[in-house]
């Protein structure tokens, strides 16, 4: 009796980044060109994860010029962006923007915990963002 076995195939490195993946929107897109094209020698930008405190992971980006073989890759006309795996582990689902205040103007991660189940919450105090009240 031949038995059919379901496998899912995992995600190949350097595979291009769907937008069920990473979403950045119009205003992210315009202010990382603008980054890009004011860096000479660079070629893309990193969005990266690091350990975070009880507020939970920080997120960031940098710019490189390298492509890793963990990297999955946005790319396109204007822009390339490299995520590696174990970073996408904890953005997939993220919505990426640019939001320009009076002080100033800063990229932000929306819905970054969708994937983990996580809240952004000290687990302790509350408090959202890192930093106990």
């Known amino acids: 009796?031949?038995?059919?076995?379901?496998?899912?195939?995992a995600p190949s490195f350097g595979a291009p980044l769907?937008?069920?993946d990473v979403?950045?929107?119009?205003?992210?897109?315009?202010?990382?060109k603008?980054?890009?094209?004011?860096?000479?020698?660079?070629?893309?930008?990193?969005v990266f994860v690091a350990g975070g405190g009880c507020g939970g992971m920080t997120y960031g980006m940098t710019f490189t010029?390298?492509?890793?073989?963990?990297?999955?890759?946005?790319?396109?006309?204007?822009?390339?962006v490299y995520i590696d795996a174990?970073?996408?582990?904890?953005l997939s689902g993220v919505e990426i923007d640019f939001k320009e205040t009076p002080t100033g103007?800063?990229?932000v991660f929306n819905n970054v915990f969708q994937a983990t189940g996580g809240s952004g919450t000290c687990?302790?105090?509350g408090a959202v963002g890192g930093g106990c009240a």
């Open 1 to 9: 009796m031949n038995e059919q076995v379901n496998t899912v195939a």
């Open 18 to 20: 769907a937008e069920s």
């Open 23 to 32: 979403l950045l929107t119009d205003d992210a897109r315009v202010k990382l």
């Open 34 to 46: 603008e980054l890009l094209d004011s860096e000479d020698d660079i070629d893309a930008i990193r």
């Open 65 to 80: 010029d390298t492509m890793t073989e963990f990297d999955r890759a946005l790319i396109d006309d204007e822009l390339k």
């Open 86 to 90: 174990v970073a996408l582990n904890y």
């Open 105 to 107: 103007g800063s990229f």
């Open 123 to 125: 687990g302790t105090c």
